[in-house]
């Protein structure tokens, strides 16, 4: 079974702390995703890397930055939190599929306050 | 661009009622279809998903029909239980693109 872990599952954070959060997949996935989950908004993409190395911006990625130095881990970066950081962060990764979009494996989410 | 549009909750249901969650999308080409569900405290995990037009994902009970005419992909359940009290989600990927757009969820709460 493909497994995604992420560092921590609750975070307290103090506003304008530089904040870490790690994301490992075990399964050679190439693709791996950052997402806030917030009440009434949805799944919201912030960054994703399609390789080592390699990112792109999403929907949501101000305030954020990534790292992806190694194919299994992928690293969300909040250079200063912000009170309206609080939220609960989804890591996920997927293989990069020939045939088409293939199935995204999430992390047990890591809930994010900012005080 | 892509989006996708689900039936707003929450729902509420007594067990063993008939279940259906509305899905529809807009989307240039042939996307992927997928639900993916949300246990308490826990991350996203697939549900089931199609791949072309008219085929039919199923597990667990659940089953969807990707609907291109209509384009839709409607979750349905034909006797629900409490334990799949929870947040679904509908979402489309494109080929090429590697990233999927997801719908803002919606709570299915099932009551003894």
């Known amino acids: 079974d493909v497994k995604v872990t992420q560092s921590s599952r609750y975070l307290v954070k103090r506003t304008g702390e530089k904040v870490f959060l790690e994301c490992v997949q075990d399964m050679d996935h190439e693709n791996m995703f950052w997402y806030r989950q917030d009440p009434g908004l949805g799944l919201r993409l912030i960054y994703f890397?399609?390789?080592?190395?390699?990112?792109e911006k999403g929907d949501i990625p101000e305030g954020y930055s990534v790292s992806r130095e190694k194919k299994e881990r992928f690293s969300l970066i909040l250079e200063s939190a912000s009170t309206n950081q609080t939220s609960m962060y989804l890591c996920a990764s997927s293989l990069e599929g020939l045939a088409g979009v293939e199935t995204q494996y999430f992390g047990p989410g890591t809930r994010l306050l900012v005080l | 661009g892509n989006s996708v549009t689900q039936m707003e909750g929450p729902v509420t249901l007594s067990e063993e009622a008939f279940l259906t969650i509305n899905c529809t999308y807009t989307a240039t080409g042939y996307p992927s279809l997928f639900w993916y569900v949300q246990y308490p405290g826990e991350g996203l995990q697939l549900l089931l998903k199609?791949?072309?037009?008219?085929d039919k994902g199923s597990n667990k009970g659940f089953e969807a029909t990707y609907r291109k005419e209509t384009t839709s992909f409607h979750l349905e359940k034909g006797s629900v239980q409490v334990s799949d009290s929870a947040v679904y989600f509908c979402?489309?990927?494109?080929?090429?693109?590697?990233?999927?757009?997801f719908g803002d969820g919606t709570t299915l709460t099932v009551k003894p």
């Open positions: 199609a791949t072309k037009a008219d």
């Open positions: 890397s399609y390789d080592v190395k390699m990112k």
């Open positions: 979402a489309l990927g494109r080929h090429n693109a590697g990233k999927s757009t």
